[in-house]
């Protein structure tokens, strides 16, 4: 289990390798554009949040267990985020396709957000949509040939699967404060939490998901795994199948 300060440091190192050549030129086909540009216009301005409620829910947390170094290490994750949005727009700026400002699934989180201080669900919630995000950029990666936005995509998914390790933590120590009781109906909602979630962004973004060689099932199946693998993480029992 790492400590705040460990994130601290890990972010701070992370913000200033460059992974991404900009010298290139975007070669994306008709073919490709098709099929995955509204998603893209979607991810960059999800990833584009100034974050104001989750680090106003980190701060209330951060208080009450006394940890202010938390909330940097809450900071610096969503700079790491908006890093992402800022380059998925540079690319749309470069193809000459235009930044959405609104979007029905961003605006549908964005309320649920609005009303949430909670840091427990935040945490979860954040969970789901980077182990989305991870199969979102995959198969973005696949749906292209395009050796500029592979890069991108490369870089955000080194940079999700540190994200994941960090909320994942987080939500173990919040996991294991709680009563027995309260973890037993936890891993319930927590899984039904998980699925809903999941199909939503699948309804949402099934093109590039098919693009990027998935099925539903398929789509499914992995995260699944990832449910499995987040509640192995925060509890020592075996994690409820979805089936």
Same mark, same amino acid.
């Given at each position: 289990?790492?400590?705040?300060?460990?994130?601290?440091?890990?972010?701070?190192?992370?913000?200033?390798?460059?992974?991404?050549?900009?010298?290139?030129?975007?070669?994306?086909?008709?073919?490709?554009?098709?099929?995955?540009?509204?998603?893209?216009?979607?991810?960059?301005?999800?990833?584009?949040?100034?974050?104001?409620?989750?680090?106003?829910?980190?701060?209330?947390?951060?208080?009450?267990?006394?940890?202010?170094?938390?909330?940097?290490?809450?900071?610096?994750?969503?700079?790491e985020e908006q890093k992402h949005g800022n380059n998925l727009g540079q690319y749309l700026d470069m193809i000459g396709k235009p930044r959405i400002?609104?979007?029905?699934?961003?605006?549908?989180?964005?309320?649920?957000?609005?009303?949430?201080?909670?840091?427990e669900i935040w945490t979860l919630a954040v969970i789901i949509v980077e182990s989305t995000a991870q199969i979102f950029y995959q198969s973005l990666?696949?749906?292209?040939?395009?050796?500029?936005?592979?890069?991108?995509?490369?870089?955000?998914?080194?940079?999700?699967?540190?994200?994941?390790?960090?909320?994942?933590?987080?939500?173990?120590?919040?996991?294991? /404060?709680?009563?027995? @009781?309260?973890?037993?109906?936890? &891993?319930?909602?927590? $899984? +039904?939490?998980?699925?809903?979630?999941?199909?939503?962004?699948?309804?949402?973004?099934?093109?590039?998901?098919?693009? /990027?060689?998935?099925? @539903?099932?398929?789509?499914?199946? &992995?995260?699944?795994? $990832? +449910?499995?693998?987040?509640?192995?993480?925060?509890?020592?029992?075996?994690?409820?199948?979805?089936?």
């Open positions: 289990m790492y400590t705040s300060q460990y994130w601290i440091n890990h972010f701070r190192a992370n913000g200033i390798v460059k992974r991404v050549n900009w010298d290139q030129q975007p070669a994306i086909t008709p073919t490709e554009m098709a099929a995955v540009l509204p998603s893209l216009q979607a991810w960059q301005l999800g990833e584009t949040s100034e974050g104001k409620h989750l680090l106003a829910a980190a701060t209330k947390y951060a208080r009450h267990i006394g940890d202010s170094h938390y909330v940097y290490a809450v900071q610096l994750f969503i700079k400002k609104k979007n029905w699934g961003d605006t549908l989180f964005r309320r649920i957000r609005y009303f949430n201080t909670n840091m990666n696949e749906a292209t040939q395009c050796a500029l936005l592979k890069e991108i995509c490369t870089d955000i998914l080194i940079d999700e699967a540190y994200h994941i390790t960090f909320q994942t933590e987080r939500l173990a120590i919040i996991f294991d /404060g709680k009563s027995n @009781f309260s973890k037993e109906w936890r &891993k319930t909602a927590y $899984k +039904y939490f998980f699925y809903a979630t999941s199909c939503l962004v699948w309804f949402a973004h099934r093109k590039v998901f098919k693009a /990027g060689g998935n099925t @539903f099932a398929s789509y499914k199946k &992995k995260m699944e795994l $990832k +449910y499995i693998k987040t509640l192995k993480t925060i509890t020592d029992v075996q994690a409820m199948l979805w089936v």
